[in-house]
T-cell receptor, first 116, second 110 residues
Framework: EPEVTQTPSHQVTQMGQEVILRCVPI?????FYWYRQILGQKVEFLVS????????KSEIFDDQFSVERPDGSNFTLKIRSTKLEDSAMYFC??????????????FGAGSRLTVL | DAKTTQPPSMDCAEGRAANLPCNHS???????VYWYRQIHSQGPQYIIH???NNETNEMASLIITEDRKSSTLILPHATLRDTAVYYC???????????FGQGTTLQVKP
């Protein structure tokens, strides 16, 4: 069964450092998403991406965050200057489309980010 | 904010059916109901979705009331591996994003 792959599975960084989280979506999917989950809290939407541009973003997705699809397979989330409160599990997801409600988001296993 | 209301927790005996309710009284006519689950801190896993008809797949059944204001996810023979947080989500029309609520923590007991 096709899956979304995320790397690294766990990253520890110092406050203020830049972090890049990587995702390989399912190959024929066109829509890409990042979510995060702070320990013990709910899964929160960050951003959606389609046709090489952001289609929607949440209030959480401020100027310290950016997303990119640098090549035909990877989808990255960059956090420019990490803060303690960025510590969370970050999930990448992809879907084939959005129309008709018939398109399912498939999530990766997540990247755990710990900011010290 | 999530457009759904779910009980925070439920228990179910192993081998019995687990019935997880969800209220979505403000759902619009073109919005689908999706169910996902999350085991420990793993990525959310898709279970099933529907618009107005009842749906069944290899994992579960989804029963949607005629007025579409509520639905029930049924796991016909719950196992210990079904212990997870179950999320009922109304997918925003014509956008891809899913808005997660707090979900229902289902504990399957031996």
């Amino acid at each position: 069964e096709p899956e979304v792959t995320q790397t690294p599975s766990h990253q520890v960084t110092q406050m203020g450092q830049e972090v890049i989280l990587r995702c390989v979506p399912i190959s024929n999917h066109l829509y890409f998403y990042w979510y995060r989950q702070i320990l013990g809290q709910k899964v929160e939407f960050l951003v959606s991406f389609y046709n090489n541009e952001i289609s929607e973003k949440s209030e959480i997705f401020d100027d310290q965050f950016s997303v990119e699809r640098p090549d035909g397979s990877n989808f990255t989330l960059k956090i420019r200057s990490t803060k303690l409160e960025d510590s969370a599990m970050y999930f990448c997801a992809s879907s084939a489309g959005v129309a008709s409600g018939a398109n399912v988001l498939t999530f990766g296993a997540g990247s755990r980010l710990t900011v010290l | 904010d999530a457009k759904t209301t779910q009980p925070p927790s439920m228990d179910c005996a192993e081998g019995r059916a687990a019935n997880l309710p969800c209220n979505h009284s403000t759902i619009s006519g073109n919005e689908y109901v999706y169910w996902y689950r999350q085991i420990h801190s793993q990525g959310p896993q898709y279970i099933i979705h529907g618009l107005k008809n009842n749906e069944t797949n290899e994992m579960a059944s989804l029963i949607i009331t005629e007025d579409r204001k509520s639905s029930t996810l049924i796991l016909p023979h719950a196992t210990l591996r079904d212990t997870a947080v179950y999320y009922c989500i109304v997918r925003v029309a014509l956008t891809g994003k899913l808005i997660f609520g707090q979900g229902t923590t289902l504990q399957v007991k031996p």
